[in-house]
């Protein structure tokens, strides 16, 4: 019987990114030199470092129970998996990254139609093949190894399929997109077998579950202030939240303490807010994680 999880932890650009959410998460994985086999602090959890690109494969054979990889790795292989939450995070940002078609900006190329017998180089070949294919544009699609973007720069191809977060590699290489492909973000995935096994799936709840937690938390702030009674009520009207806020009165006073949880994005527009229509005493704090 299953009791211990094998879970699999990105290697390459997301393995900074992971390690970090786990640890805001409560799990601190600790990597020993080159070792592909981390420490982690559960004893329920065995870690393995594992190429995004190769994740979903090792789960799907059930090498590994679980693991977190890309929507596009997953789609690339075909794996059948089961996919227990998204999880929107990257070493740059919180958007989900893209997967476009390229060309450079003095190619006549404007639409998908115009590759029709063109090269395209990318590492993601198998989804490129049949997302041309069912369109009914016949391409040459030639495996990258890296530094894609100098492929099309240096006419080793027409275009590329690469992925994006901000486009500025893409853009700095001279590089335009003429098309998206796909939208892709993190996602945790489990071995169908491994799933009906009550520990492991309990265990993988509790990872899915706190890791959004932690997602979550990244994206909220505290905030704490002291309200003057005749002003209570238009501070609250003011005051976004994820539910109503917490207001309880101070000791022998006509204050109030005022509480809440809002999106950290407008915390520089409504602290001023807060100030000139009476509020005092205001406290800004990060939140670890929200569930």
Same mark, same amino acid.
């Given at each position: 019987?299953?009791?211990?999880?094998?879970?699999?932890?990105?290697?390459?650009?997301?393995?900074?990114?992971?390690? $970090?959410?786990?640890?805001?998460?409560?799990?601190?994985?600790?990597?020993?030199?080159?070792?592909?086999?981390? $420490?982690?602090?559960?004893?329920?959890?065995?870690?393995?470092?594992?190429?995004?690109?190769?994740?979903?494969?090792?789960?799907?054979?059930?090498?590994?129970?679980?693991?977190?990889?890309?929507?596009?790795?997953?789609?690339?292989?075909?794996?059948?998996?089961?996919?227990?939450?998204?999880?929107?995070?990257?070493?740059?940002?919180?958007?989900?990254?893209?997967?476009?078609?390229?060309?450079?900006?003095?190619?006549?190329?404007?639409?998908?139609?115009?590759?029709?017998?063109?090269?395209?180089?990318?590492?993601?070949?198998?989804?490129? !093949?049949?997302?041309?294919?069912? !369109?009914?544009?016949?391409?040459?699609?030639?495996?990258?190894?890296?530094?894609?973007?100098?492929?099309?720069?240096?006419?080793?191809?027409?275009?590329?399929? $690469?992925?994006?977060?901000?486009?500025?590699?893409?853009?700095?290489?001279?590089?335009?997109?003429?098309?998206?492909?796909?939208?892709?973000?993190?996602?945790?995935?489990?071995?169908?077998?491994?799933?009906?096994?009550?520990?492991?799936?309990?265990?993988?709840?509790?990872?899915?579950?706190?890791?959004?937690?932690?997602?979550?938390?990244? !994206?909220?702030?505290?905030? !704490?202030?002291?309200?003057?009674?005749?002003?209570?009520?238009?501070?609250?009207?003011?005051?976004?939240?994820?539910?109503?806020?917490?207001?309880?009165?101070?000791?022998?006073?006509?204050?109030?303490?005022?509480?809440?949880?809002?999106?950290?994005?407008?915390?520089?527009?409504?602290?001023?807010?807060?100030?000139?229509?009476?509020?005092?005493?205001?406290?800004?704090?990060?939140?670890?994680?929200?569930?």
């Amino acid at each position: 019987m299953k009791t211990k999880l094998k879970l699999g932890i990105p290697k390459g650009s997301l393995q900074s990114a992971t390690i $970090e959410l786990f640890k805001r998460s409560g799990w601190k994985i600790i990597i020993n030199g080159r070792s592909y086999f981390p $420490e982690i602090n559960d004893e329920s959890i065995e870690c393995a470092i594992c190429r995004a690109q190769e994740m979903s494969r090792y789960v799907e054979n059930g090498t590994l129970d679980a693991g977190l990889t890309g929507k596009d790795w997953i789609a690339e292989n075909n794996s059948d998996v089961h996919v227990v939450t998204d999880l929107v995070y990257s070493k740059v940002s919180s958007r989900p990254a893209r997967w476009v078609v390229a060309v450079p900006y003095n190619s006549p190329i404007e639409k998908l139609e115009d590759l029709e017998g063109k090269k395209v180089a990318t590492e993601l070949v198998e989804f490129t !093949k049949k997302y041309f294919s069912d !369109k009914g544009i016949p391409i040459k699609v030639e495996f990258s190894w890296g530094a894609t973007e100098a492929k099309a720069v240096s006419g080793l191809a027409d275009a590329i399929v $690469e992925v994006t977060e901000t486009e500025s590699t893409i853009k700095a290489h001279g590089l335009r997109i003429i098309h998206e492909l796909m939208q892709t973000n993190t996602q945790l995935i489990v071995n169908r077998d491994a799933w009906k096994y009550k520990k492991i799936r309990e265990k993988v709840e509790q990872v899915a579950l706190l890791l959004k937690g932690a997602l979550l938390g990244e !994206k909220l702030v505290g905030l !704490k202030m002291n309200v003057p009674e005749e002003k209570l009520e238009t501070i609250v009207s003011l005051l976004p939240s994820l539910n109503a806020p917490t207001v309880s009165s101070l000791y022998q006073s006509k204050w109030f303490a005022v509480e809440t949880v809002i999106d950290s994005g407008v915390v520089r527009e409504l602290i001023p807010k807060l100030l000139k229509s009476g509020a005092e005493g205001i406290i800004e704090y990060p939140l670890n994680k929200v569930v």
